[in-house]
């Protein structure tokens, strides 16, 4: 079955970087577009970013644009998020999730929680 573990969450300070990453399993990772995906307390679940299979294509919601960069490791089945100048408005749980349905959450690893405070 799908399996998605991400790692790579904390706390940070304002401006401060992380590297989020996510491991993939059972699926043929190279076929699928990937999404990050985050939840704020309280808010629904929101796009962050995503990748073609091929990493010819990405996006990002406006507000992480310039900001944050997705890359993927086809050969190791990895997703990564890399963030920096982070604002409290970051502080949310980000999940990997396998193609556009990430509201499912058999779609969404468990999360990992990224605080930004000072």
């Known amino acids: 079955q799908v399996q998605l573990v991400e790692s790579g969450g904390g706390l940070v300070q304002p401006g401060g970087s992380l590297r989020l990453s996510c491991a993939a399993s059972?699926?043929?990772?190279?076929?699928?577009?990937m999404y990050w995906v985050r939840q704020a307390p309280g808010k629904e679940v929101e796009w962050v970013s995503r990748?073609?299979?091929?990493?010819?294509?990405?996006g990002y919601t406006n507000s992480v644009k310039g900001r944050f960069t997705v890359s993927r490791d086809n050969s190791k089945s990895m997703l990564y998020l890399q963030m920096n100048d982070l604002k409290a408005e970051d502080t949310a749980v980000y999940f990997c999730?396998?193609?556009?349905?990430?509201?499912?959450?058999?779609?969404r690893g468990q999360g990992t929680q990224v605080t930004v405070s000072p």
């Open positions: 999730a396998k193609g556009a349905n990430y509201h499912d959450p058999l779609l």
């Open positions: 059972g699926f043929a990772f190279d076929t699928w577009w």
């Open positions: 990748i073609s299979p091929g990493s010819r294509q990405k």
